[in-house]
């Protein structure tokens, strides 16, 4: 039951079943619940108040990335007399709340303020604001290093879905990733996620919102300028999809394609070859990179969507989202391998038609 006047001041004092404020929707429950008035307790329903001006990224919990906070301290080292002394031209850089390592040394004039990870999720969420695109239904996700060197947030923002084929739908987000080892710049970037087999989209025209070494400063008219940008660039991405679930390509053609993104100069140096004579090549079978593509597109993607360059375009975007680090030893470092991988997949699918 949700009733709604022009004005209300004072909540105890009114009928709890016909009383909302001008900007607030009151959804009534059963459940008893004590309010206070002037010193005096009451029972009456609990009131639940929606506020319909608020925005709906203030409405989303902040990832817990956020919590992860950085901090730099002291170096030390034993100095000839054999006591510990600190070094005056270095600082480690840690996890507030842990005694591990330092995830980078770097000079005292090193400056991340402005880069932590919750800077940089408040940086995402006011240039959306700012830029006023539609983010209902918004929602937010994070993956991070275990160490909290390396760090990404995404935005995905459903009100932005595109179909390119029936049932076959991507939906646009915007990320930033920042890193505190020196891997990463800070940097915002757009994508896109397919939602059937949640395979993060690579854009082959690369559109780096901004970058930055450690600090984030961007203006309310430099983020409109940007996301309108940027949306027309996932407007001409998704044209670019809808065309390549109509392009056919071979076996041959699609295992070339494939091996660019895997970096196999074998394959591409030997054209005359079949992909079954060149599936016996140690060059070829040892590739793990091109044995996961060739496999997710023979077993799955192609079975699927056909012999086409979205089925091959998907392969690839597959690898780079969901295959394991090569070496166990790496999968730590997973997040800036799938970082690189995305790279090697927008060169690779640049051998795709337009």
Not at 21 to 29: C, K, R, S
Not at 88 to 96: D, Y
Request: with cysteine.
């Amino acid at each position: 039951m949700k009733h709604s006047v022009t004005h209300c001041y004072n909540l105890i004092n009114v009928n709890p079943y016909s009383v909302c404020y001008n900007l607030f929707q009151i959804e009534l429950h059963t459940d008893n619940y004590i309010f206070y008035n002037q010193g005096k307790t009451m029972n009456t329903n609990v009131f639940n108040f929606v506020n319909h001006n608020v925005h709906p990224l203030d409405q989303l919990e902040a990832p817990d990335i956020v919590n992860t906070v950085i901090e730099a301290r002291p170096m030390l080292y034993t100095n000839s007399s054999g006591f510990p002394t600190t070094d005056p031209t270095r600082r480690g850089l840690h996890v507030v709340g842990t005694n591990d390592a330092p995830i980078n040394v770097v000079k005292p004039s090193y400056n991340f303020k402005g880069a932590q990870y919750g800077d940089l999720y408040n940086a995402m969420v006011n240039i959306c604001k700012a830029a006023g695109i539609n983010c209902k239904g918004a929602t937010v996700s994070h993956q991070m290093s275990a160490d909290g060197a390396l760090g990404a947030i995404t935005i995905t923002l459903p009100e932005y879905t595109i179909e390119t084929a029936k049932g076959d739908a991507s939906v646009f987000q915007i990320t930033g990733r920042t890193s505190f080892n020196g891997v990463w710049a800070v940097v915002l970037q757009i994508g896109a996620v397919r939602m059937l087999c949640v395979n993060g989209q690579v854009f082959i025209d690369n559109f780096s919102m901004y970058k930055a070494k450690h600090t984030i400063s961007m203006s309310t008219e430099h983020a409109q300028r940007k996301l309108a940008a940027a949306l027309n660039s996932y407007q001409h991405e998704a044209e670019r999809w809808k065309h390549w679930t109509q392009n056919s390509i071979t076996n041959r053609e699609a295992f070339n394609v494939f091996a660019v993104a895997a970096k196999c100069r074998f394959v591409l140096g030997n054209p005359q070859m079949s992909v079954t004579e060149l599936m016996s090549e140690p060059e070829v079978y040892r590739n793990r990179a091109l044995q996961y593509m060739w496999n997710q597109y023979t077993t799955d993607e192609q079975k699927v969507l056909g012999s086409t360059h979205w089925a091959a375009y998907n392969a690839m975007t597959h690898w780079s989202t969901h295959a394991p680090a090569a070496k166990k030893t790496a999968e730590g470092n997973i997040l800036a391998i799938k970082a690189k991988r995305t790279d090697l997949v927008r060169d690779a699918s640049k051998c795709l038609a337009a």
